[in-house]
């Protein structure tokens, strides 16, 4: 897995999905105790759709923050989600 570049931890409001580069990334989202609850990947152009996807059609009650993670490929970054879901073992991510 190699991580390039990532977010700090971002309020889950529709601004900050806004904000989030059109890359090959991971994200995740977690409570207000930041505990991760969501693991997903996305190819190149993207993680902006898939964060906005879940906004508007799911509506988690306990999501308060989002972060993402860009990778250097769509390999690493299902790779980086598997990992994660494993060690974080998210609520809304079967295990």
Do not use: C
Request: net charge positive.
């Amino acid at each position: 897995m190699t991580i390039v570049k990532k977010s700090d931890y971002l309020w889950y409001t529709v601004g900050n999905v806004d904000k989030v580069p059109e890359v090959t990334g991971v994200y995740a989202f977690l409570t207000m105790s930041k505990r991760w609850l969501y693991v997903g990947s996305a190819g190149a152009g993207r993680p902006r759709g898939r964060i906005g996807e879940h906004w508007r059609a799911i509506g988690w009650p306990d999501v308060y923050y989002f972060r993402w993670f860009q990778t250097d490929s769509e390999d690493s970054a299902r790779a980086t989600q598997r990992e994660w879901i494993e060690k974080y073992k998210p609520k809304y991510n079967e295990h």
